[in-house]
């Protein structure tokens, strides 16, 4: 059983995420966290790079775990619910996801494809030059089932899981392979421990999202699409966990999703139009609430107290 305090800092995160959306970046949080990484990384030596990536990671982590043990330390009052759900909304965004779709989304249906690219850029991580408005369309649907796993899902189930330190320390594995996980230089062996690291945070949230999605899909797409889809379509991305939730959300929607050079999901069936994007944010924003939904009740289930 969580407790009724780490219920409440979870209801006011939620609160303050879907009412004030992001903080500034002065007093963010991640933007902290990118700033340790950065510290970090302008010191990377040139030899023995994933070793110190290692050092790096296990360093940035600790930090996050001991402020996170330090606010959950405070005596259980207002300022340390404030202060607790203000640090545990910085570990998710729903807000921000929804804003950003729906922005592109308006665009794409008044035919600002050159905005669109632009702002893809900051959406999702591939290159969006020559993009047209199929494949923004479906750029944008897989990152919503993607954020869906490491922008809500995983914090959460950490913080379900260890409290504020849990859902601190997976936003700074996320942010650290965000920043250095990449598989070109001069990541390739820096970023190595911390992309292998992000791998393992989002394996099993990324294999419970396709549950979420299904009894979304009830009511908003295609149940039966998305299981076939999702145990058909899994593996056919580069990254071992994206394709669940991306398939997931491929099958719902009866949609094909394609990276190009990279990878189809749901090939049979045609490319997303705009209107599709806002049918992604319906099938992600529900998700998000059963997923609320059942860590609220799984904290007042009496079983294991973190």
Request: aromatic residues 12%; hydrophobic residues 50%.
């Amino acid at each position: 059983m969580m407790g009724n305090f780490l219920l409440q800092v979870l209801i006011l995160a939620i609160l303050l995420d879907i009412i004030l959306g992001e903080p500034q970046a002065f007093i963010h949080p991640v933007v902290w966290m990118g700033r340790l990484i950065n510290f970090f990384v302008r010191r990377a030596p040139v030899r023995h790079r994933k070793l110190y990536g290692a050092l790096m990671v296990v360093s940035c982590i600790g930090m996050a775990i001991i402020i996170g043990i330090a606010i959950a330390s405070l005596d259980k009052g207002i300022f340390s619910l404030i202060v607790s759900a203000f640090f545990l909304k910085s570990t998710f965004s729903i807000r921000m996801l929804v804003v950003s779709a729906f922005g592109i989304e308006r665009d794409l249906e008044d035919g600002k494809i050159e905005n669109v690219r632009n702002d893809l850029k900051t959406f999702v991580g591939r290159d969006t030059t020559g993009l047209n408005e199929k494949q923004s369309a479906s750029a944008v649907i897989e990152s919503l089932a993607e954020s869906f796993v490491d922008g809500i899902l995983s914090p959460l189930f950490y913080y379900l899981l260890f409290g504020l330190p849990g859902a601190l320390a997976y936003r700074m594995i996320n942010t650290l392979d965000s920043m250095v996980g990449y598989k070109k230089e001069p990541f390739t062996m820096l970023g190595y421990v911390a992309a292998r690291l992000d791998d393992l945070a989002n394996w099993l949230p990324a294999r419970l999202s396709p549950i979420f999605i299904f009894i979304a899909s009830v009511f908003l797409g295609n149940p039966r699409s998305a299981i076939r889809i999702c145990m058909r379509d899994y593996n056919k991305t580069a990254s071992p966990n994206s394709g669940w939730p991306m398939a997931s959300v491929s099958g719902a929607l009866q949609v094909r999703l394609e990276k190009v050079g990279y990878h189809v999901l749901g090939n049979e069936y045609r490319d997303p139009a705009a209107y599709q994007i806002k049918r992604a944010v319906n099938i992600v924003g529900f998700s998000s609430l059963l997923v609320i939904g059942g860590i609220y009740f799984i904290g007042k289930v009496p079983l294991v107290r973190f």
